[in-house]
């Protein structure tokens, strides 16, 4: 099975894609993580992509294209994709479709994690971590069991992260809609897209998501 796992940061995204890792043993093809990892190990790829980067230029759908390809390729026939950054504009979803039927695939469903912009604010903006061991919490939602100490490790050191802040959640969302946009409507065309409340419960989103799967 392939599919597109849509939804703007915090939408909790991560989490579904790590469960449908672990549960289905699909394999999740984020183009950034891919990206990365290629420069790092200084594949042909990743050496001609560095370059671009370090002159300020943005990567060609070119280069991604070849990065997905070679993923593919090394995942053999038996293991499903989740597409997770890509594709990003009406050009990306061609070549998509053409990476896919070079190797034998299609792809199955498109799933957009939808989000309440306020609420999304409201998670965001309240997040905090321990500095010391990295326990996750939350203004309203977990606070530690004794204010200022930590739950797990007892440290008093928190922190945030300077981009949890109102501004930035917004610009994100925007920049999301915007990206989705152009892609959208041609798989709507073909009865691919399936919506699921990102604001539900873990568990809920999960079983969404299932069910969307199951019928495919």
């Known amino acids: 099975m392939n599919i597109i796992l849509l939804g703007p940061p915090g939408a909790g995204k991560g989490t579904q894609a790590a469960r449908l890792v672990s549960q289905r043993g699909m394999r999740q093809l984020s183009t950034g993580d891919m990206l990365r990892a290629a420069v790092a190990a200084q594949t042909p790829i990743g050496i001609e992509a560095k370059a ?26 038996g293991t499903g994709a989740i597409f997770d950054g890509y594709p990003r504009t009406s050009e990306q979803v061609g070549q998509l479709d053409a990476i896919l039927a070079r190797h ?16 999304l604010v409201r998670r965001i903006v309240g997040r905090f971590s321990c500095a010391n061991c990295g326990a996750g919490y939350h203004d309203e939602f977990q606070q530690p069991t004794t ?8 440290s008093s ?54 069910r969307a799967l199951v019928t495919v």
Do not use: H, W
């Not at 990567?59 to 053999?76: F, H, K, Q, T």
């Not at 200022?148 to 007892?154: I, L, R, S, W």
């Not at 501004?167 to 919506?195: C, D, F, N």
């Open 147 to 154: 204010a200022g100490v930590c739950d797990k490790c007892g």
């Open 157 to 210: 050191e928190f922190k945030r992260r300077k981009d949890d802040n109102e501004e930035t959640v917004r610009t994100r969302m925007a920049e999301y809609r915007a990206k989705t946009a152009p892609i959208l409507p041609s798989y709507e065309a073909r009865g691919l897209v399936t919506r699921v409340d990102g604001m539900a419960p873990i568990e809920e989103v999960s079983a969404a998501i299932e």
């Open 104 to 119: 034998d695939r299609q792809l199955d469903r498109v799933i957009e994690l939808e989000v309440d912009e306020d609420e």
């Open 52 to 77: 671009i980067m370090d002159r300020g230029e943005l990567v060609s759908d070119e280069i991604v294209s070849a990065l997905i390809d070679a993923e593919l390729l090394a995942m053999g026939e």
